[in-house]
C-alpha cells in the first residue's frame, strides 16, 4: 500500500526522534526500545514500519554520512553539532542516497523539523549544510540536482 505525504512526513519525524534516543542512549535502543515507542508515538502500523526503516537505515548509514558531512562542512565537527541538528542531517543524507524521495522534499522536510525540533538559527544551518550535501550528490551521481533556491 502506498503511503501519503502525510504519513512519510510522520513517519519521519519519528524517525528524527528515535534517531536522537539511539544517539543518546546508546545502540540498545533499537533492539529494546524502537518499537514500544513507535507504537506510543502512532497507530499508523504503515507510519511505525517506514519509521523504523528510516531509524535503522540512518544508524547503519551514520559513520558515511558523517564523514561526508565532515568533508562538506570542515568547520563543524559532526560530533560537536548539536544532537537534534546531528540527527536530522544524517537522516537527511540517508535519504538523499537510499530513497527515492526527490531531495526538496527532504530538504523542506529537514527545514522544517529543525524550526520544530532544535534552535532559532538550526534551520539555516540545516539548510545551507544539505544544499551542499544535495549538490554534491548530485555531482557525484551526475544526476542534475533539483533543490532548485535555497529555502
Known amino acids: 500500500m502506498t503511503m501519503h505525504n502525510s504519513q512519510r512526513t510522520m513517519a519521519r519525524r519519528l524517525a528524527l526522534q528515535a534517531i536522537y534516543q539511539v544517539d543518546v542512549q546508546g545502540e540498545d535502543f533499537l533492539t529494546q526500545g524502537m518499537d514500544l515507542f513507535l507504537s506510543q508515538q502512532s497507530e499508523d502500523a504503515q507510519v511505525q514500519a517506514a519509521a523504523g526503516e528510516y531509524t535503522k537505515g540512518t544508524w547503519a548509514y551514520r559513520q558515511e554520512a558523517d564523514q561526508w558531512l565532515a568533508v562538506l562542512v570542515p568547520r563543524w565537527s559532526v560530533a560537536r553539532m548539536a544532537v537534534v541538528d546531528?540527527?536530522?542531517?544524517?537522516?537527511?543524507?540517508?535519504?538523499?542516497?537510499?530513497?527515492?524521495?526527490?531531495p526538496p522534499v527532504i530538504l523542506d522536510e529537514a527545514i522544517t523539523m529543525a524550526r520544530d525540533f532544535s534552535t532559532g538559527d538550526s534551520a539555516e544551518f540545516i539548510n545551507g549544510v544539505l544544499d551542499a550535501v544535495i549538490k554534491d550528490y548530485a555531482r557525484q551521481t551526475g544526476k542534475a540536482s533539483p533543490a532548485g533556491p535555497a529555502v
Not at 546531528?86 to 526527490?102: C, F, G, M, V, Y
Open 86 to 102: 546531528r540527527s536530522i542531517l544524517r537522516l537527511a543524507a540517508w535519504e538523499i542516497k537510499h530513497a527515492d524521495t526527490p
